[in-house]
């Protein structure tokens, strides 16, 4: 700080045309110790992941595969479900085990104040673009979305969702599970 100011206030007194020159304007500061990183490129022989989605994104964790029988089947890590209801559309992501992992409604208000209505096209679009952030954001890429009643898929609303959910980068197939 000290030697920057004596600098400034020498180049002050240069352009007027009085003061003198200095031998070296530069000052060299040297480290006090010097740190060896070395020892962070070591690798512990043994490893344990502590996530436990890890064996989910390798595609290696089970799927449930006694449902085939029941609807909606059960073979999935994460699924993405649409519930439009008389007033609202909602969406949400289901893990196997029954939790919802993400979410998101019209009935949000973030949501809803940008909307004409809370329900249609444009509300299941926009929803589809929010989930898809959400999901992105929560860490899943791959979600199962074949869980719709057939009849139902053909709404353009549905398929609207579905489109904007893609192209925010979610993948709506998940990977085949690898066997072992």
């Known amino acids: 700080m000290a030697l920057s100011s004596r600098l400034l206030a020498a180049g002050r007194l ?16 040297k480290a006090e110790t010097e740190v060896d990183t070395s020892e962070n490129e070591i690798v512990a ?11 989910e994104q390798l595609a ?36 196997c085990n029954g939790d919802i992992v993400v979410s998101a409604s019209t009935r949000e208000w973030a949501i809803k104040r ?3 209505s809370p329900k249609g096209v444009a509300a299941c679009q926009n929803l589809g673009r929010v989930m898809a ?19 139902e898929y053909r709404c353009d609303s549905i398929q609207a969702f579905e489109k904007a959910v893609q192209e925010g980068g979610v993948i709506l197939r ?5 066997y072992k």
């Open 14 to 29: 240069r352009t007027r045309g009085a003061g003198s020159n200095f031998a070296s304007t530069t000052a060299s500061l």
């Open 45 to 55: 022989p043994e490893f344990t992941n502590r996530n436990p989605r890890n064996l």
């Open 60 to 95: 290696l964790a089970r799927k449930e595969r006694g449902w085939k029988t029941t609807w909606p089947k059960r073979e999935f890590w994460h699924r993405l479900r649409l519930e439009r209801t008389q007033h609202y559309v909602e969406a949400f992501v289901e893990h």
């Open 114 to 116: 940008h909307l004409y």
């Open 133 to 151: 952030q959400r999901c992105l954001e929560a860490g899943i890429n791959f979600v199962n979305f074949k869980a719709v009643i057939p009849w």
């Open 174 to 178: 998940e990977p085949r599970r690898i």
